[in-house]
């Protein structure tokens, strides 16, 4: 196996020598070490490393932000900081030059080692990411080629053939999305256990900082932010578990009547807190439908939450036309019965650029602190494993409508039998 080999670009000879000795004993090839950023350019460039570790503040005119940032664009070759400064404006040179990770001065060979595995182990897997998008982008090519083929000898036809082109592009959609979810799946269950390990340590090791009660406010809010970013990524993981898991649950007859309720009883008191109205049409008897209930209410409880924060998002306080409408109706599709359930809000809309992204896995209009990317992908997952559809319409500005279609089981609900008052009523 080929040993992975890593640049050093460290201006402080003694520092230089402890980290490749580190590197070599760790079982990394260190291809040179060099002390300015000409000649860190320059030998990136010959000699192609896997990895450069780049002090900031260097000799010669060339600093390591500018000298990281020729070698990333020119040569796509990852870069992780050495520093032992921190001012705002150095770190935020730096984190426009997107590095692969930064290690603070001084360290010790755990810190380098966690570092320079992350980083590989990162850059490793965006590289194959792109690869797979590049598959994917010649699998759209050449399936909108047929479909355009396709569409050339149905142009002459009735409406019924028109639908069936419509649904042809709809199907050419899912495939690609499907390819998406496809590649994130193979790669999550692996990603998430390199992750965990190192990502663990570092909540440890800010907790233990925290606990030997620092007295300046500045050190706590770090350790604090490192602790709740921690948070977030092991969030992110566990939604990467969820979703690249096969799901066992058996699914059986369902009151979707029922479902919208609890789902409603979850989330109550944040829509009265945000005061929005809920103008809900769904009737006691519809028929049931064969699905994994549970499963059913997570789709269900993302997309009321995206409709309040688009809502709130246009409407901070109270308005008239803060209001989310949900819709319930027995429906045929193509000689199919099915259950036609929408969402539909007055908030913030989405641009018409972006609408066909939305359902891709880590694609989201929210703050990066705020959604994961998640949310929508694990629900398109969810329905189109139920065997329907998830299509979703906007208006940038004026209201987004979220359309799930699921197929019927031949069973009607019996009136006499069903729990009374399901759906809460909240204003």
């Given at each position: ?5 890593i640049m050093?670009?460290?201006d402080?000879?003694i ?7 580190s590197?070599?004993e ?9 002390s ?5 350019v320059?030998k ?8 450069v570790?780049m ?13 990281a940032s020729h070698?990333q ?13 921190s001012?705002?404006t ?5 984190r ?11 360290f010790?060979?755990?810190?380098l080692?966690v ?6 182990y ?15 982008m ?7 080629m047929?479909?355009e083929?396709r569409?050339a ?5 009735n409406?019924l053939?028109k639908?069936?082109i419509?649904?042809?592009r709809m199907a050419?959609a899912?495939?690609i999305r499907?390819?998406?979810l496809a590649a994130?799946g193979?790669l999550a269950a ?6 965990n390990?190192p990502i ?18 500045k050190d ?13 990524i092991v969030?992110?993981v566990?939604s990467?578990?969820s979703f690249a898991?096969?799901d066992?649950?058996?699914k ?15 989330i109550?008191?944040q ?7 809920l103008?809900?049409?769904?009737p006691?008897?519809l ?11 997570q789709?269900?409880l993302n ?6 924060y ?9 308005h ?6 949900i819709?319930?109706k027995e ?9 036609n359930?929408?969402f539909?809000d007055?908030g913030a809309?989405?641009p ?5 992204k939305v ?5 989201s ?12 992908s694990i629900s398109?997952?969810?329905?189109k ?7 979703i319409e906007?208006?940038e500005?004026?209201?987004t409508n979220v359309?799930?279609?699921?197929p019927?089981?031949n069973?009607?609900?019996?009136p006499s039998?069903q ?7 909240v204003?």
């Open positions: 196996m080929n040993r992975k080999r050093i670009v460290e402080e000879g520092t230089s020598l402890s980290i490749k000795s590197l070599e760790t079982g990394y090839a260190v291809t040179s070490a060099v300015t950023g000409e000649d860190a320059k990136a460039r010959e000699e192609q490393p896997d990895l570790l002090d900031i503040v260097l000799n010669g005119t060339m600093d390591g932000i500018e000298a070698i664009s020119r040569f796509n070759i990852p870069v992780v900081y050495l520093t032992a400064y001012d705002d150095m770190i935020s040179r730096a426009e030059t997107t590095p692969f990770g930064y290690i603070i001065k001084p010790d060979e755990r810190d080692r570092a320079v595995e992350i980083a590989l990162k850059h490793e897997m965006e590289r194959k990411l792109r690869e797979r998008e590049m598959e994917l010649n699998t759209r090519e050449h399936l909108a047929l479909v083929e569409t000898e149905l142009r002459s036809s409406e053939l639908e069936e419509n649904d042809r050419e899912e495939a499907a390819g998406h994130l193979e692996g990603v998430a256990h390199e992750i390990n663990n340590g570092i909540i440890n090791y800010a907790q233990l900082l925290l606990n030997k009660r620092i007295q300046d406010s706590r809010d770090i350790a604090n932010r490192i602790i709740k970013e921690s948070d977030r969030h992110i566990r990467l578990l898991r096969e066992k649950e058996e059986h007859p369902v009151n979707i009547h029922e479902i919208m309720s609890d789902t409603l009883g979850l109550e008191t829509i009265k807190r945000d005061g929005i109205t103008e809900i049409d769904m006691a008897n028929p049931r439908i064969t699905a994994q209930p549970q499963h059913l209410e789709v269900f997309i009321i939450s995206n409709a309040r688009a809502l709130n998002q246009k409407y901070p306080g109270k008239k036309n803060k209001i989310l409408e819709r319930c429906t045929m599709r193509r000689k199919r019965a099915c259950i359930i929408s539909n007055r809309g989405i018409e650029a972006i609408l066909d359902l891709n896995p880590f694609y209009t929210k703050p990066s602190d705020i959604g994961t990317g998640l949310g929508l398109h997952s969810i329905i494993n139920h065997g329907g559809t998830l299509v906007s208006a500005g004026n209201f359309i799930i279609e699921l019927l089981k069973e009607r609900v019996n039998s729990r009374e008052a399901g759906v809460p009523d204003n």
